[in-house]
């Protein structure tokens, strides 16, 4: 299992708080840090993370830790009839919300509060999920996914995205020189908060990946999953069928 990394190490409070605070905090830069520091791929791994949804025709969708709604957003051209995002950072869900208003599309997409580990939702109501960069802030990771199995419906699928760690020469050098010297020193500098841009490399690192991770969500009680990696080994998105 992942060693439980929180972003504020001083901090007493728990890490889902610690988490919310973190995400409020960057929230005004966040977008744009976003995709500079991924240099606009981010935005390829969720195309293809749609594409595999895509093909159970799902017409509600949830997407999980939805920040300002990038995931959400992309989800459209799914044409399904209802998107709901829900995330525990205001500040994100603010910016989310101003970017819908923005292509008029917040008669399909609502971004609301929500907790992972309890989500507000019936059992079996929700044909797919997605969730990006989220599932290693989960608090108790375990109870999350076991939330997501519950609200899917049968054969339903989850397509999470999540940061791996590359293998292979020369992707493996260049990533770890980027997240432990570049990214927290231009986090830094844009959005006035180290921590945020420390606490990524670190929960990366911690986070149980590839195989292990497969391992849990079966353990939860996913039928079938499917691992896909992107970019060299650099994410991963994982497909999960209950």
């Not at 976003?34 to 606009?40: D, E, T, V």
């Not at 709604?69 to 998107?83: N, Q, V």
């Not at 869900?93 to 989500?119: C, F």
């Amino acid at each position: 299992m992942s060693k439980n990394v929180t972003p504020y190490k001083e901090s007493d409070k728990s890490k889902k708080d610690q988490v919310a605070e973190m995400f409020d905090n960057i929230s005004e830069k966040y977008d744009f840090l976003n995709h500079f520091l991924s240099m606009g791929i981010d935005k390829l791994w969720r195309k293809k993370a749609i594409k595999i949804i895509g093909k159970h025709n799902p017409k509600k969708i949830l997407d999980i830790a939805t920040g300002t709604g990038d995931f959400a957003i992309e989800a459209l051209k799914l044409k399904p009839s209802e998107i709901i995002g829900v995330d525990i950072s205001k500040g994100m869900l603010a910016k989310g919300r101003v970017k819908i208003n923005k292509i008029k599309a917040e008669n399909i997409i609502t971004l609301d509060y929500g907790d992972s580990e309890n989500l507000p939702f019936d059992s079996n109501s929700i044909d797919a999920i997605t969730v990006g960069f989220g599932v290693r802030n989960f608090e108790n990771l375990e109870k999350g996914l076991g939330e997501m199995l519950r609200v899917l419906k049968p054969n339903g699928i989850a397509a999470i995205l999540e940061f791996s760690k590359p293998k292979k020469f020369p992707i493996k050098q260049g990533f770890n020189f980027y997240s432990k010297y570049i990214l927290p020193k231009v986090g830094k500098a844009i959005s006035k908060d180290a921590t945020a841009y420390t606490y990524l490399p670190e929960s990366v690192e911690a986070f149980p990946e590839g195989k292990e991770f497969e391992d849990i969500l079966l353990k939860v009680g996913f039928k079938t999953v499917k691992q896909d990696l992107v970019s060299g080994g650099i994410a991963t998105i994982y497909s999960c069928v209950k």
